[in-house]
């Protein structure tokens, strides 16, 4: 029986067909490639236009009230007082504190009789929350808020879609020597930031723009 062999046609056919495969696996490589750069370049990308999308600020101006976060290397403390003593407000919100804290402000000049404590909030959101009742019960209209640059962003959202009727400026805080000279050790909580504003969004409406 003779045996039959594939005409050019078939030939042509399974070379392209074969062309084709490795076409799409080049491609499927490149994209897994270009994929895998990107994820690994994302942190880098966020780092780098941290201080453009993460950080806010406001000129100096006198308010009712400064509100200083709790937590930190001590730098918000620093700020803190700086600003009270430049008579940019005479009484001081600490929010999300612990004695520690309330003892670095009150050794560096700030009296005890001025600070007005909130020992309750343990995210950003209470932050503002009850930093506001406490504004609203002293008739407060206005206030500074002190965080770290990188936390400024959502913690201005918060106190301003908490209280559109007050008005907040908002200080961002650098870390201090000893802290800088550890470079790298703030990049965690910098890039959390970036999950934390888009959950803070879709959960509670806190739009950052």
Not at 173 to 202: C, D, F, M
Request: aromatic fraction near 10%.
């Amino acid at each position: 029986m003779p045996v039959e062999h594939p005409s050019i046609y078939q030939k042509l056919l399974w070379r392209r067909l074969f062309r084709c495969g490795n076409r799409r696996r080049v491609a499927l490589a490149l994209s897994a490639i270009l994929a895998v750069c990107l994820v690994c370049l994302l942190p880098w990308i966020g780092l780098r236009l941290a201080p453009v999308l993460l950080c806010v600020s406001s000129p100096a101006h006198p308010a009712d009230v400064i509100i200083v976060l709790g937590g930190e290397d001590g730098s918000r403390i620093l700020e803190t007082t700086r600003l009270f003593k430049t008579g940019m407000a005479r009484h001081v919100i600490m929010t999300g504190e612990n004695d520690m804290y309330l003892r670095e402000l009150i050794q560096s000049g700030v009296p005890e009789s001025a600070i007005w404590v909130d020992r309750l909030a343990h995210s950003t959101a209470q932050n503002a929350q009850f930093s506001i009742a406490i504004m609203r019960e002293h008739s407060c209209q206005s206030a500074t808020v002190v965080t770290s640059w990188y936390h400024t962003r959502r913690a201005q959202a918060c106190f301003r879609h908490y209280a559109p009727d007050l008005t907040f400026y908002t200080q961002p805080t650098h870390p201090t020597a000893a802290v800088a000279r550890n470079w790298g050790s703030q990049n965690p909580y910098i890039l959390k930031e970036y999950p934390k504003l888009l959950w803070y969004w879709l959960r509670f409406g806190i739009s950052p723009i």
